[in-house]
C-alpha cells in the first residue's frame, strides 16, 4: 500500500513554497520522498521551507530558487535548476497566485487585471514552455485553482476569470501531454492562511464566527495539509488513471 505513494527517486518543483498551501505541499511531497525545489519571490520564506524539509530527516532533500512566476525567464530557470541539481523533474505544481485587489470589473485598475492574469494564468503557460522539455515518463503536473473559477464572486472577476482559464488550461493541456504527463487542477474552498487574512483584512479570531456561518457539511475550514494530501493522491501511482480534471476541495458539496 505504501509503494502507491512513494515518490522516491521523483524530483517536484512547487511554486508558492514559501508559506502556506505551498509549504504544506513541499513539505508532504518531500515526507513522501521527492527532493523538492521551493519556489517564491521571497528568499527568506523559501529559505525556511527548504530548512524546515532537510532537518526534519524526511526521505527527499529541498532547495530553494527565488522565481517571480509571472516571468517565463524566471520560470525556464527554476527547471533548469531542478534538473541541474538533482538530475530530472517528475512533479511540477504550480501553486503560486492570488490578487489581494477587491473591486467591480468596471472600476478595476488595468494594471491590475494584467497583473492577476500574469500572477496566475500566464505562469501556467510559462511553467509548461519551462518544465515539458524536461519532464520525464509518468510525470504529474497540478495546478492550484480555486472556486473563484467556477462561482461568481464580485470584486474579484480579474481573479475569477484567471482560474476558470488555469481550469481549462488544464483539461487542454492533460490531453496536449498525455500519456507522457498527467495534468490535474485543485480547486480550494475557503482556507485561512496569511495571504487570505492580508487579502480579506481578516484576524484570526473572524474565521470563528465565519466557520459557524459557512456551516460546512465537513463541520470546518480548510488547511494548507488538506490540499497537500490531494497533491500528493495526484502525482503518486495510485492517481495514475486520472488526468484533466478540476476537483473541487472546499468541505462542501
Known amino acids: 500500500m505504501q509503494d502507491l505513494f512513494d515518490l522516491t527517486g521523483k524530483v517536484a518543483v512547487v511554486t508558492g513554497a514559501g ?58 530557470a527554476l527547471a533548469a535548476r531542478a534538473v541541474d541539481e538533482f538530475g530530472g523533474l517528475d512533479i511540477w505544481v504550480n501553486n503560486a497566485g492570488g490578487s ?27 511553467s509548461v514552455k519551462a518544465a515539458v522539455p524536461h519532464l520525464r515518463d509518468k510525470s504529474a503536473m497540478v495546478n492550484i485553482s480555486s472556486l473563484a473559477g467556477l462561482e461568481p ?16 488550461l488544464t483539461k487542454t493541456l492533460s490531453m496536449e501531454l498525455g500519456p507522457k504527463t498527467r495534468v490535474n487542477t485543485i480547486m480550494p474552498g475557503f482556507i485561512p492562511t496569511d495571504t487570505v487574512k492580508k487579502a480579506l483584512s481578516m484576524e484570526d479570531e473572524d474565521f470563528i464566527q465565519l466557520e459557524k456561518d459557512l456551516n460546512l457539511p465537513a463541520g470546518r475550514l480548510g488547511t494548507p495539509q488538506d490540499i497537500a494530501g490531494l497533491v500528493l493522491y495526484l502525482v503518486s501511482p495510485v492517481s495514475e488513471w486520472i488526468t484533466g480534471q478540476s476537483i473541487a476541495m472546499a468541505g462542501k458539496p
Open 100 to 126: 489581494l485587489v477587491s473591486a467591480p470589473l468596471a472600476e478595476l485598475d488595468p494594471a491590475e487585471w494584467d497583473k492577476t492574469l500574469a500572477v496566475n494564468l500566464s505562469s501556467i503557460f510559462y
Open 19 to 76: 508559506r502556506g498551501i505551498g509549504e504544506g505541499i513541499a513539505t508532504l511531497l518531500a515526507e513522501a520522498g521527492a527532493d523538492v525545489v521551493c519556489a517564491a519571490r521571497s528568499n527568506d520564506q523559501i529559505d525556511h521551507t527548504a530548512k524546515l524539509i532537510n532537518e526534519s530527516n524526511s526521505g527527499g532533500r529541498a532547495i530553494s530558487h527565488k522565481t517571480d512566476v509571472s516571468s517565463a525567464e524566471d520560470m525556464a
Open 153 to 168: 464572486f464580485p470584486g474579484s472577476a480579474h481573479y475569477s476569470a484567471a482560474k476558470a482559464g488555469v481550469n481549462m
